[in-house]
């Protein structure tokens, strides 16, 4: 046909946005009625033919021959009628082509923005739709642009993705080219625009990770039970095997653990420690607290706390750097977890209530709270460690610690 070719550009779309047969047919079909339907009030006696393979298109209107014309988009008189064909008689339906140009330069406007706008509504549905289907999978693209609070990301077809700086690890840094992994973390439409958010620090991304480097996992003989992480930091994976010939903690270390370094890297050095689950709690929480070795632990079900009571050699190892170990190990068993120092009988030391009127109430809590009951346990930690854990001013520690101190030196 003459002037725009609309089966071309829709053609061209569907190369592109690889839209299924159907749905051009269908939405051809509407663009038409609707346009037909503001010309003539109505489109239900329009024959709409497409040929999507040879690129063209027909449009006819069937009119009934009538002596008298009342309504002129049904009908038509046999006097025009016989104007072009001379055989048809009164009754007879009377099949005319419309042409493109019969649209007029507006009309023709508006199937073209209608087309395209039909065209990308069907493309964010299908977005959406296609990454809905995928959340919590591995997904890996081009980082194409970083900004100081988000990375956009494109997958092999060209659609944006989005990688929050709150879903990166703190020490992820990124330039434009770049290959990124991440896990596909939530879909949603917003405006009417399907927004696909990434994730580098969500518990599923770790178990997405172990997946693919460790087959034993993607064939089901060994289960990922619990994923616990502080991103960048440090991580706790519960793993537990069907088989009893495989040991899932060494199978998912590997040989010469080959198996979790390419993990560790693809997570900027994060500590992965790998325990065997198990339903027994108390040594649930003895394998999770390891290198250290646990005196014996008190389990309170009511308020879902755990009293563990180490040696004070132990301590400082059940907490781990800037506490992330005890954390972790609550997390991974569900309970609240402290940490309390065993006191040897020739052992010299005083609880930190002892100084209630030297320090204030609310600092003797605060020490508590991270497990340090006596003087000795504050003193045996680092002032920049105990500011961090407890939360308390450089200075506030520093005076305690000459406080505690002074006890011992007398």
């Not at 309970?335 to 609880?351: A, T």
């Amino acid at each position: 046909m003459e002037g725009l070719n609309l089966i071309s550009t829709f053609a061209e779309f569907k190369e592109l946005k690889n839209i299924d047969r159907p749905t051009m047919m269908s939405v051809l079909e509407d663009i038409f009625r609707t346009q037909l339907a503001r010309m003539y009030g109505s489109s239900d006696n329009f024959d709409i033919i497409i040929n999507i393979d040879k690129g063209d298109f027909e449009i006819w209107r069937n009119r009934t021959v009538v002596e008298e014309v009342e309504d002129p988009n049904t009908q038509i008189s046999l006097e025009d009628v016989h104007k072009v064909d001379s055989s048809y008689e009164v009754g007879e339906e009377f099949a005319e082509e419309i042409k493109l140009a019969d649209f007029g330069r507006r009309g023709i406007l508006n199937l073209r923005q209608n087309l395209s706008g039909r065209i990308m509504d069907i493309e964010k549905a299908n977005l959406y739709n296609k990454y809905r289907d995928k959340i919590g999978d591995i997904f890996s693209g081009e980082v194409y642009q970083v900004w100081k609070k988000e990375v956009l990301v494109m997958d092999e077809e060209g659609n944006e993705l989005i990688l929050p700086k709150t879903e990166q690890i703190p020490s992820d840094f990124f330039r434009k080219g770049d290959t990124i992994k991440a896990v596909i973390s939530n879909v949603e439409m917003r405006n009417n625009n399907p927004i696909i958010t990434l994730s580098r620090t969500a518990p599923s991304f770790l178990e997405r990770l172990f997946e693919q480097e460790v087959p034993e996992i993607y064939d089901g003989l060994i289960t990922i039970k619990k994923v616990v992480r502080i991103p960048g930091d440090r991580a706790k994976v519960a793993v537990e095997s069907y088989d009893e010939r495989i040991d899932p903690v060494g199978a998912c270390v590997g040989v010469k653990g080959s198996r979790i370094h390419g993990i560790v890297r693809e997570l900027r050095n994060e500590n992965i420690d790998i325990i065997n689950w198990t339903s027994n709690t108390q040594l649930l929480i003895q394998r999770a607290l390891s290198p250290a070795k646990i005196s014996s632990i008190k389990i309170n079900e009511e308020e879902k706390s755990i009293g563990v009571y180490l040696k004070p050699s132990e301590v400082s190892l059940a907490i781990g750097k800037g506490g992330s170990n005890i954390k972790l190990a609550g997390q991974l068993a569900g309970y609240e977890i402290d940490v309390f120092r065993e006191i040897d009988e020739d052992e010299e030391d005083v609880m930190l209530a002892e100084f209630s009127d030297e320090i204030d109430q609310w600092i003797i809590d605060a020490l508590k709270g991270i497990g340090c009951d006596t003087a000795k346990s504050v003193l045996a930690l680092p002032v920049a460690e105990l500011v961090k854990r407890a939360d308390l001013e450089e200075e506030t520690v520093i005076e305690v610690q000459k406080i505690l101190r002074a006890e011992f030196e007398e």
